[in-house]
């Protein structure tokens, strides 16, 4: 049966619109599979010969477990196409959503092709319950090769083996969370960092942290914690963030330097000198009381080395008064 004129036409044009897709330049057709699930993009490339290999350059990968019928399916693609892109090619984006335990080698894997690219593009990384693996003395030092890192939040991690302490070692990082995070041993040097704070209300504290760096940079500090923490390990926190410029504490951080201060059989160091402080917030919690005096009395040893600084007092986040103190000696 022979074609109408209006099909033919029809036909003709689809070639057309074809032929105008694969003309493309590539650095257009890989800026739109970067949008794309990465098992999509690579079935895209099939439509073409001179895509063939173009999926081996994407800078974003995107992996989802439930676009294919069977774990053992979805393995084999991911090890695929990590086994086959062009590593020479910065990674800008990783995304991997899976929940199964029968990928925990695969996930290992993604984690140490990831590392051994450096991430050049990564700017802001947030884990939580991962167990670093030390390479060669015994520390880690999982982020001195993310060259443009900003933000970095780390939670419950772990240390593998023999490896006793995490290195934390980055020019340009700008703003570093520590969450539950103090099993063990954590060294500083981040030259640049701007932003320090420490939560932790497992009270699983083992080892302290300090800083190969004075972070003369440092503008923010936070301290938020439970009460069965003990004072060494809150003074060990404050050591570290003397040349803050604005320092935030919670009311169990108080509490916990007010215990120890009611001790008189207690030991205490000298007070601390925050050289640059300008500000000194403190969290209070409207459902507990403490007396003005007891307050009065932290906040003198806190800034009892320190210069004219600026209190401001908050109840459940809302301001409540501000004063200013001068308690230089």
């Known amino acids: 049966m022979k074609k109408?004129?209006?099909?033919?036409?029809?036909?003709?044009?689809?070639?057309?619109?074809?032929?105008?897709l694969s003309e493309l330049p590539?650095?257009?057709?890989?800026?739109?599979?970067?949008?794309?699930?990465?098992?999509?993009?690579?079935?895209t490339c099939i439509l073409?010969?001179?895509w063939k290999n173009l999926w081996k350059r994407l800078i974003v990968l995107t992996f989802y477990p439930w676009d294919f019928r069977r774990v053992v399916n979805f393995k084999q693609f991911v090890s695929k196409v990590l086994?086959?892109?062009?590593?020479?090619?910065s990674l800008l984006n990783l995304c991997i959503l899976a929940h199964s335990k029968t990928i925990s080698k695969l996930l290992n894997r993604i984690m140490k092709y990831v590392v051994l690219h450096d991430l050049p593009a990564l700017?802001?990384?947030f884990m939580a319950k991962v167990t670093f693996t030390r390479r060669d003395n015994s520390y880690v030092k999982p982020f001195s090769t993310c060259n443009l890192l900003n933000t970095l939040s780390l939670s419950?991690?772990?240390?593998?083996?023999?490896?006793?302490?995490?290195?934390?070692?980055?020019?340009?990082l700008f703003s570093l969370k520590l969450w539950d995070s103090f099993q063990h041993k954590i060294v500083l040097s981040t030259p640049n960092l701007s932003s320090l704070t420490?939560?932790?209300?497992?009270?699983?504290?083992?080892?302290?942290?300090?800083?190969?760096?004075?972070?003369?940079?440092?503008?923010?500090?936070?301290?938020?914690?439970?009460?069965?923490?003990?004072?060494?390990?809150?003074?060990?926190?404050?050591?570290?963030?003397?040349?803050?410029?604005?320092?935030t504490l919670s009311y169990d951080t108080l509490m916990i330097m007010l215990r120890d201060l009611s001790n008189p059989s207690t030991m205490r160091t000298q007070p601390l000198c925050f050289v640059r402080?300008?500000?000194?917030?403190?969290?209070?919690?409207?459902?507990?009381?403490?007396?003005?005096?007891?307050?009065?009395?932290?906040?003198?040893?806190?800034?009892?080395?320190?210069?004219?600084?600026?209190?401001?007092?908050?109840?459940?986040?809302?301001?409540?008064?501000?004063?200013?103190?001068?308690?230089s000696h």
């Open 123 to 125: 700017k802001d990384l």
């Open 48 to 50: 073409s010969k001179r």
């Open 83 to 89: 086994s086959c892109r062009n590593g020479s090619i």
């Open 26 to 43: 590539d650095c257009i057709l890989l800026y739109i599979m970067k949008f794309m699930n990465t098992k999509y993009a690579v079935q």
């Open 156 to 172: 419950e991690f772990s240390l593998h083996n023999d490896a006793n302490v995490l290195f934390i070692s980055n020019s340009n």
């Open 277 to 327: 402080l300008e500000s000194l917030k403190v969290k209070m919690n409207s459902c507990l009381t403490i007396s003005d005096e007891e307050v009065n009395r932290v906040i003198e040893y806190l800034l009892h080395n320190s210069p004219m600084s600026r209190v401001n007092i908050f109840t459940n986040f809302s301001f409540v008064t501000s004063f200013y103190v001068s308690l």
């Open 4 to 20: 109408t004129k209006r099909e033919r036409i029809s036909r003709r044009e689809r070639e057309k619109e074809r032929d105008r």
């Open 198 to 247: 420490f939560i932790e209300y497992l009270g699983f504290i083992r080892q302290s942290i300090s800083s190969a760096c004075n972070l003369s940079c440092l503008e923010e500090g936070t301290i938020e914690t439970s009460t069965n923490i003990s004072y060494s390990v809150v003074i060990g926190w404050l050591q570290v963030l003397t040349n803050v410029n604005t320092l």
